[in-house]
C-alpha cells in the first residue's frame, strides 16, 4: 500500500496563530482525505481533496499531486482546533493513514 | 452527518475468548469497514466490504474475520482475543456517488481491552 508521512509530529500554538501540516505519500493517489481526531476520540472528514485547493472556513487544503505531498493550513488557530490531524491516501479502496499530527492550541 | 454506531461502545474481556464488534448505518452506504487505532500507527484497516457477503482484508486481517449479511450491518469478530488486540476499532462508511474513490465517515468508536 501507499506510505504516508506526516509532519510535523507535533505542534503547540497560542491561539490566533497560523499554521501548516504537511503530508507527503509515496505513490500516485485517486484519493486523498484529511480527518480531524478530537481530545474525545470522535474522527471528523475535513476534507477530500486528490488535488487541487480547498477551504471551509478557517481551515483550507492543497494537494500537488504531482509532487506526492498535501498541506493543511489552519488560520486563526482556537483552542477547540487541537486535537490529532489524519492524512489518509490510496489509489484503491484501502485509505492508508500516517501518524498524524498532534496539534494543541493554548489560550 | 452520517448515521454510523457501534456496539458495545467498550468491552473488557479475557484472552481466548470470542468477541463480536457491530456497527450499523442508516445510509445505506455501500462500503464499510472496520479500522483499529494503536499509538504510534495512525489507524490500520482491518477488513473492508464492498456489499453483502463481500468482503475483503485490510493491513491487520491476522486474527480477525468480518460479516455482512444485511447492508446495514458489518460485524467484526476476533475469534480467541489477544492482548495484542487490546485497541480502539472504528467503523467507517463510504456513500456512493458513482465513483469507488470516496470521503469516509467513521463511527464513535469501541475501546476493547483483553486481559
Known amino acids: 500500500g501507499i506510505q504516508v508521512e506526516q509532519s510535523p509530529p507535533d505542534l503547540i500554538l497560542q491561539e490566533g496563530a497560523n499554521s501548516t501540516l504537511r503530508c507527503n505519500f509515496s505513490d500516485s493517489v485517486n484519493n486523498l482525505q484529511w480527518f480531524h481526531q478530537n481530545p474525545w476520540g470522535q474522527l471528523i472528514n475535513l476534507f477530500y481533496?486528490?488535488?487541487g485547493t480547498k477551504q471551509n472556513g478557517r481551515l483550507s487544503a492543497t494537494t500537488v499531486a504531482t509532487e506526492r505531498y498535501s498541506l493543511l493550513y489552519i488560520s486563526s488557530s482556537q483552542t477547540t482546533d487541537s486535537g490529532v490531524y489524519f492524512c489518509?491516501?490510496?489509489?484503491?479502496?484501502?485509505?492508508?493513514f500516517g501518524a498524524g499530527t498532534t496539534v494543541t492550541v493554548r489560550a | 452527518d452520517a448515521g454510523i454506531t457501534q456496539s458495545p461502545r467498550h468491552k473488557v474481556t479475557e484472552t481466548g475468548t470470542p468477541v463480536t464488534l457491530r456497527c450499523h448505518q442508516t445510509e445505506n452506504h455501500r462500503y464499510m469497514y472496520w479500522y483499529r487505532q494503536d499509538p504510534g500507527h495512525g489507524l490500520r484497516l482491518i477488513h473492508y466490504s464492498y456489499g453483502v457477503k463481500d468482503t475483503d482484508k485490510g493491513e491487520v486481517s491476522d486474527g480477525y474475520s468480518v460479516s455482512r449479511s444485511k447492508t446495514e450491518d458489518f460485524l467484526l469478530t476476533l475469534e480467541s482475543a489477544t492482548s495484542s488486540q487490546t485497541s480502539v476499532y472504528f467503523c467507517?462508511?463510504?456513500?456512493?456517488?458513482?465513483?469507488?474513490?470516496?470521503?469516509?465517515?467513521f463511527g464513535p468508536g469501541t475501546r476493547l481491552l483483553v486481559l
Open positions: 489518509a491516501a490510496t489509489n484503491d479502496y484501502k485509505l492508508s
Open positions: 481533496i486528490p488535488s
Open positions: 467507517a462508511i463510504s456513500r456512493r456517488t458513482g465513483e469507488p474513490q470516496e470521503t469516509q465517515y
